[in-house]
């Protein structure tokens, strides 16, 4: 039976952390994702998880005991924001090359400089093709359910790659929402205990973790590891089912809001969806047909199933919360865009840059998007990269 709760997103994850219970966490603090390793922490004391809760000095070194915690077999987890992922930046890379499953709570806020500790997600954006999967989050809920599937996901044979669960610094890190809980029986049984097929710690069958790849064998590496990134589509998808059966709650690679007639339509990731869902209500009621789609899952991404669900509008607003200082729009842009290439009839698509920093998106500006895409004649346009909500 589901417990009904009130928490902040950072405790909802946390909470989900302590029912499952890993081997190890590694953390060091840094805002917005303070909370969670320190909520974590009291569970340790408190004797409520079996975990090896592991105090480090830097970024860095929490990833690279993550790395090693997981490389000897052991089901392994952290929490990090902006600077503090940047400051993994390495390892990330280590930790997906070398397939191991660990996970990640990404709770996003924009990278310096200038300095600031507001939402946006230039972190998470900046390590989208480190080799991690990688699930964005609207709700404090969805932060929580997510993080119990990605554990599953990320340990799946077909798969064995870390996985980043991605939510809003502030917005839903810190502001309490109503949330249903599993129990936490529920919650062991679906995660499962780690059985990893080898670690460093068996010796009957010698292995090593970050070896050095000449040009003989590096490409073949790579290989291997975007097959497994292929194959987590697949088990996302299925995981997903599994978790609707405990749960009753439904997800899948993305959210389709009010699509089935939509003309035009939003494609947006993590907090600032519940915004826009209150715009296209508001001009539903207009008789503007107008609807959303939320991406939950950015890597894998997917680009048949978007360029499915799209194919049929008219106009498309792709909105970005963070810049990717390509001169072309932002890193979502370029995968929607890239998505809709094959389409023998394209809708057309424009970019928007908002929200740099935690600049407010409101549902007014959200309608202002719509209403400026439902002008679009035609398939030329000069300004398909541009800035909402900005002074001057």
């Known amino acids: 039976m589901a417990i009904k ?43 409520l998880v079996e975990t090896e809760f592991i105090t480090v000095e830097s970024e860095h070194s929490a990833m690279s005991a993550a790395i090693g915690a997981q490389a000897a077999g052991a089901r392994t987890t952290t929490a990090t924001s902006s ?10 890379y280590v930790a997906a090359s070398s397939k191991l499953p660990l996970t990640l709570a990404c709770v996003n806020r924009a990278l310096s400089g200038p300095i600031n500790i507001n939402a946006d997600h230039s972190d998470s954006m900046g390590a989208r093709d480190a080799g991690w999967i990688q ?14 599937q990605a554990v599953r996901i990320a340990e799946h044979a077909d798969v064995q790659l870390p996985a980043m669960v991605c939510q809003d610094g502030f917005i839903t890190s810190h502001a309490v929402e109503n949330i249903e809980l599993l129990e936490d029986e529920v919650v062991k049984a679906f995660v499962g205990e780690y059985t990893p097929e080898d670690s460093l710690l068996n010796p009957g069958s010698p292995i090593s973790h ?22 987590s589509k697949k088990v996302i998808l299925s995981v997903a089912e599994e978790f609707k059966k405990i749960s009753g709650r439904e997800y899948g690679l993305f959210e389709e809001y009010r699509m089935e007639d939509a003309e035009y339509a939003m494609v947006i990731i993590n907090s600032s969806a519940g915004t826009a869902k209150v715009a296209v209500d508001e001009l539903r009621k207009e008789d503007k047909k107008v ?3 939320k991406i939950r899952v950015f890597r894998p991404f997917p680009m048949k199933e978007l360029a499915e669900a799209l194919k049929h509008l008219k106009a498309i607003a792709v909105m970005d919360k963070s810049e990717g200082f390509s001169a072309a729009g932002g890193p979502l842009f370029a995968e929607v865009r890239s ?9 057309s698509i424009v970019n928007y840059i908002y929200g740099l920093g935690g600049r407010d998106f409101t549902v007014e500006l959200a309608k202002q998007v ?5 002008d679009i004649k035609g398939s030329s346009i000069d300004d398909i990269y541009r800035y909402l909500g900005v002074r001057g």
Request: glycine share 4%; hydrophobic share 40%; aromatic share 12%.
């Open 370 to 374: 719509y209403e400026e895409i439902v």
């Open 5 to 47: 709760e009130r928490m902040s997103g950072n405790e909802a994850v946390a909470t989900a952390m302590r029912q499952i219970n890993p081997d190890v966490l590694p953390a060091f603090p840094i805002t917005p994702s303070t909370e969670i390793p320190q909520y974590f922490s009291k569970y340790v004391a408190d004797g």
């Open 135 to 148: 699930m964005y989050s609207e709700t404090n809920q969805e932060a929580y359910d997510n993080y119990i």
């Open 339 to 347: 998505a809709m290439y094959d389409l023998s009839e394209k809708p």
């Open 83 to 92: 600077c503090g992922l940047a400051l993994m930046w390495e390892m990330l």
């Open 210 to 231: 970050g070896p050095y790849d000449s040009a003989a064998f590096y490409i073949e590496h790579k290989r291997l590891q975007a097959e497994s990134m292929k194959n």
């Open 291 to 293: 609807g959303l789609i």
